[in-house]
């Protein structure tokens, strides 16, 4: 396997076999390895950046084998003071175990949410009201990331 101390590419660049960089590389285009990638120290893409198989951030971490996301409107039924209420969001391909973050467009006040895989293909988000007072939730777009771990 070739190994570089540093590379730099500007345009797009595709390597058909193992890749590994012990210094700096960064690509000004695309770039895709058919096969295996090492960068030791810092990897820079301005263009797109494919992987199809596994990524792992950091030596001893949990391989991440895929991202899912989706961006819903919701509206939500007004809450009594320290009430809860939840809706499902239809995310094709997630399943029990996958972690998810969601997160809602602006402000929501005197509120506390959480999501997670309730079953194949869904995802939950519960809001609470943590308030004694009546409180109705503004309609948001809610953004959805779940990720797929091995």
Known sequence: MPTFDSINV??????????????????????????????????????????????????????????????????????????????????????LGDNVYASADGGMFNIVWVAYVVAANTVQIQISNISNNLLQPPTRNWHIDVWKHS
């Open 10 to 95: 500007t345009g797009n660049a595709e390597v058909q076999g193992d890749f590994q960089v012990d210094g700096n590389q960064t690509v000004q285009g695309d770039f895709q390895v058919n096969g295996s990638q090492t960068t030791q120290q810092h990897l820079g893409v301005g263009g797109s950046l494919a992987v199809d198989g596994t990524t792992i951030l950091g030596a001893g971490s949990t391989p991440i084998v895929g991202h899912l996301s989706a961006t819903v409107s919701l509206s939500w039924l007004t809450l009594s003071g320290n009430s809860s209420n939840v809706q499902n969001v239809v995310i094709p391909g997630v399943a």
